[in-house]
């Protein structure tokens, strides 16, 4: 138990299908993340989350809509989605970094997407 | 772009051998990070060694870092069939936001 919270952890959805991912931590963390895991490829960062404003998108095609409300929620919306971006979705977070030279980031379980 | 490279890809040792994975990457880092992952799980963190630190021990782990080489290890002593798993090296960078480079794992395999 890292203290991040991922639901659901298995999810199977249409290319036209409309749904969310969730990601909730607590820790007290400021920052929070959404990385992407594809077979035979390294992990991904997607977007960059700091005390709720986007600091980082990554490239990341507009078939994926982040929100974060807060600093402890923050939700990865997914619509018309193509078979390639079946892969698991990885949450985290962390302290901001501040002037130090970096905090922990820790991780969630994930959510196992499959698009047919 | 990829930041972290590991070596070797995959690993195979007997229980109780220690094992060694290494971690090249390229840019200036602020830190680096090394996790653990089980098939199909989340990560889990293991050690953070910032970049002015050389070396760090967490029970059977030992962290290094050379800067000049840009080049980090991890060591697992005394290895334990419970150790099986990927092991991945991030590069952190703080540009704003901190942000985490991976690369793409070590497959470490302890056969009992």
């Known amino acids: 138990e890292t203290g991040v919270t991922q639901t659901p952890r298995h999810l199977v959805m249409g290319m036209t299908n409309k749904k969310s991912l969730k990601c909730e931590q607590h820790?007290?963390?400021?920052?929070m993340y959404w990385y992407k895991q594809s077979a035979k490829k390294p992990l991904e960062l997607m977007f960059v989350?700091?005390?709720?404003?986007?600091?980082e998108n990554n490239s990341v095609p507009s078939r994926f809509s982040p929100e974060c409300p807060n600093s402890s929620h923050l939700f990865l919306h997914l619509h018309t989605l193509q078979p390639e971006d079946s892969a698991l979705y990885l949450c985290?977070?962390?302290?901001?970094?501040?002037?130090?030279?970096?905090?922990?980031?820790?991780f969630g379980e994930g959510s196992w997407l499959t698009v047919v | 772009s990829q930041q972290g490279e590991e070596d070797p890809q995959a690993l195979s040792i007997q229980e109780g051998e220690n094992a060694t994975m290494n971690c090249s990457y390229k840019?200036?880092?602020?830190?680096l990070q090394w996790y653990r992952q089980n098939s199909g799980r989340g990560l889990v963190h293991l050690i953070l060694?910032?970049?002015?630190?050389r070396e760090k021990h967490s029970g059977r782990l030992r962290v290094t870092l050379d800067t000049s080489k840009k080049s980090s290890s991890l060591l697992i002593t005394a290895s334990r069939a419970a150790d099986t798993a990927s092991y991945f090296c991030?590069?952190?960078?703080?540009?704003?936001?901190?942000?985490?480079?991976f690369g793409q794992g070590t497959r470490l395999t302890i056969n009992p």
């Open positions: 985290a977070s962390s302290r901001s970094a501040g002037t130090n030279s970096g905090n922990t980031i820790y």
């Open positions: 989350y700091n005390f709720k404003e986007q600091t």
């Open positions: 840019t200036s880092i602020n830190n």
């Open positions: 060694i910032r970049s002015n630190e």
């Open positions: 820790l007290g963390h400021n920052a």
């Open positions: 991030a590069t952190g960078i703080i540009q704003g936001a901190q942000k985490l480079v």
